[in-house]
């Protein structure tokens, strides 16, 4: 079955502080993995989109990183602002065109000051 | 282009009656979303659509749940009668070309059923 697991499930840091999210997944084969950030009362919204061959992507103070053979991601926030407090879910997208993404159920980060 | 709008933002209802959320996608996106989110289990798809044709409605809990999609621009997801348990929050979301492309999520409704 398609799961994917997100760790820890919450997390909180001082403000400028670093972190690291973990996401793990059984997705396979699959075309490429995603991570959104979902503030509190809205949607989610795409960071980053890793396709299977890539091993790391940085998006500002955001960088993820996958490795496809111990189908692992990891997304790494440096220096942590307080607009960083959010959830971040990780999102698998099967290789069959016809399956749908397969989500985990988050870690929620709350940044404090 | 104001992205995915949804309504009601809030929903509170009695146990029993109709509830019928709404959503319209970003123009031009082929792909329409249903999902619940709750604490426990996190984001479940419900049901999709392509170019306004329901494909994959084995997400729905149960037969009290019903979408549609009648034209490219608005969608309807409909519980009857509504539960306690169906409590949670519902998104749609839209994508443009391909089934596993970047989803384009609304701001989502909050269900209560008392």
């Known amino acids: 079955k398609n799961q994917v697991e997100q760790s820890p499930q919450s997390l909180i840091i001082l403000e400028g502080k670093n972190c690291t999210l973990q996401?793990?997944?059984?997705?396979?084969?699959?075309?490429?993995l995603r991570w959104y950030k979902q503030d509190t009362g809205r949607g989610p919204v795409s960071l980053t989109i890793?396709?299977?061959?890539?091993n790391t992507k940085s998006n500002g103070r955001y960088t993820a990183t996958l490795d496809a053979d111990t189908k692992q991601s990891s997304l790494h926030i440096t220096a942590s602002q307080l607009s960083d407090s959010a959830s971040y879910i990780c999102?698998?997208?099967?290789?069959?065109?016809?399956?749908?993404?397969?989500f985990g159920k988050g870690t929620r980060l709350s940044v404090i000051a | 282009d104001a992205g995915v709008i949804q309504s009601p933002r809030h929903e509170v209802t009695e146990m029993g009656q109709e509830v019928t959320l709404r959503c319209k996608p970003i123009?031009?996106?082929?792909?329409l979303f249903w999902y619940r989110q709750t604490m426990m289990r996190g984001l479940e798809l419900l049901i999709y659509?392509?170019?306004?044709?329901?494909?994959?409605d084995s997400g729905m809990p149960e037969d009290r749940f019903s979408a549609k999609m009648p034209n490219a621009s608005f969608s309807t997801l409909k519980i009857q009668p509504s539960e306690p348990r169906d409590s949670a929050v519902y998104f749609c979301?839209?994508?443009?070309?391909?089934?596993?492309?970047?989803?384009?999520f609304g701001s989502g409704t909050q269900l209560s059923v008392l």
């Open positions: 979301a839209s994508s443009q070309a391909q089934l596993n492309e970047k989803l384009f």
């Open positions: 999102v698998v997208s099967p290789l069959s065109g016809n399956t749908p993404l397969v």
């Open positions: 996401c793990n997944y059984t997705v396979s084969p699959f075309s490429n």
């Open positions: 659509f392509n170019n306004n044709v329901p494909i994959d």
């Open positions: 890793m396709t299977f061959s890539e």
């Open positions: 123009s031009g996106h082929d792909y």
